[in-house]
């Protein structure tokens, strides 16, 4: 059997195990191997932790069990991956096993590690409109190291998709994101701003969301709104805009109230939350968590860890807090509706995974 075959056995195999027997089988991992970025950007606060990176061994060590227990993709995850001292070596171990494997990086590294990012399938990259309002958010001098970053990879042939937060500094900026997605092949994903990012339902930012920093940026239910159906718009146009309609729709359409990140009931009834169960993620020290987004809650419940227990000891014990039922996270909602079957999604997604990027394929060839 060829890879990409046993790639999509393994998959299928997952998918069957968790929905006949509801057992957890990730199809999908995210490990954050380290805590740190080469830049800070407005809206992540995950710069004031101390700096911490995973074990090389300890990294290593979890390839194997991951392959061993049939994971299918994974993804590096921080902080930036790149700032690992020793991303070149992870790299290359990961590429050994049958992984699809993603990445989620800053521009300022990309240039340094190109000959690393060959044995990515697919690089995600965040990028947030023109000049003043990406080095507003990302970081002065960050636009130009963008840009020089699309050009590097492109030159090289490595496929990249790119992310945008929608605040109130970027939203007449649509236009130029798609633009320069046409013009370096590329497509991207929009997304709203998490407020207060990384926490689960919390009270406090419905009572007084005008406390948090983060209030100059947010949009309102109505600038959303209407930011999700221009995107509509030009998704039907065939602009180069990778999230799913099902996801536009939910995230930026009908989501109920922009200061709450997390909901505590299905948005759309048919899209299930499968994380825990078809994706999991790992925090740097090793803990294994539902999905990254709950980190705050599940270290004060104790979680499970793939390092001292073994991951798939810990998988066994993996805590699931079902308060929340639908995020505005899109990857994870991605994920969800197509582990929920909704075709639309599946559709929006096969041609960019297998069709022009063919990235599976270039994957397996090693
Ligand atoms: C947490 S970062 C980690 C990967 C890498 N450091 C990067 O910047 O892409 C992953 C994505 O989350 C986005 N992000 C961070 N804080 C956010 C927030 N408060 N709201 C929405 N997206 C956020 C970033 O822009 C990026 O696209």
């Known amino acids: 059997m060829s890879s990409k075959m046993r790639l999509l056995y393994k998959m299928v195999n997952s998918y069957l195990k968790v929905r006949l027997f509801n057992k957890p089988a990730p199809i999908s991992i995210l490990i954050d191997i380290t805590n740190q970025c080469p830049k800070v950007c407005c809206y992540c606060d ?3 932790q101390a700096p911490m990176y995973m074990a090389t061994n300890d990294i290593l060590k979890l390839l194997k069990e991951l392959d061993s227990a049939g994971v299918s993709r994974i993804t590096f995850h921080g902080g930036d991956p790149l700032m690992h001292p020793d991303f070149k070596r992870i790299i290359r171990a990961a ?5 699809f494997i993603t990445i989620s990086v800053r521009e300022t590294l990309i240039r340094k590690h190109i000959e690393d990012l060959k044995f990515v399938d697919l690089v995600f990259v965040s990028f947030d409109g023109n000049e003043s309002a990406h080095d507003a958010q990302k970081g002065k001098g960050s636009f130009e190291e963008l840009m020089q970053a699309f050009q590097a990879l ?4 490595i496929s990249f998709q790119t992310t945008t937060v929608m605040t109130r500094i970027n939203k007449g900026d649509i236009d130029f994101i798609t633009d320069t997605a046409k013009k370096f092949d ?4 929009f997304q709203p701003l998490q407020f ?3 926490k689960k339902i919390d009270q406090s930012a419905l009572k007084n969301p005008d406390d948090n920093p983060l209030a100059p940026l ?6 959303y709104a209407e930011i999700g159906r221009r995107l ?7 602009v180069h805009i990778a999230t799913s309609k099902k996801i536009i ?15 505590p009931y299905r948005l759309d009834k048919s899209i299930k939350c499968w994380s825990g169960l078809l994706y999991n993620s790992i925090g740097v020290t090793g803990e294994l968590f539902p999905c990254a987004y709950y980190y705050p809650t599940y270290l004060q419940i104790k979680p499970s860890n793939a390092f001292t227990e073994g991951f798939e000891n810990a998988l066994k014990k993996n805590i699931k807090d079902e308060s929340c039922q639908t995020c505005m996270i899109p990857c994870f909602m991605e994920l969800n509706a197509m582990f929920s079957l909704n075709i639309g999604t599946i559709i929006n997604w096969l041609p960019k995974v297998i069709g022009k990027y063919n990235i599976i394929k270039k994957g397996m060839n090693k």
């Open 46 to 48: 995950s710069w004031k």
């Open 218 to 223: 947010i949009l309102s239910k109505e600038e």
């Open 232 to 238: 509509l718009e030009l998704k039907s146009r065939g």
């Open 154 to 157: 492109k030159e090289n042939r």
């Open 196 to 198: 207060p990012p990384f």
């Open 95 to 99: 590429r050994e096993y049958n992984f």
């Open 249 to 263: 729709k939910l995230l930026f359409i009908d989501w109920p109230i922009p200061t709450l990140t997390f909901l």
């Open 186 to 189: 590329f497509y991207t994903h």
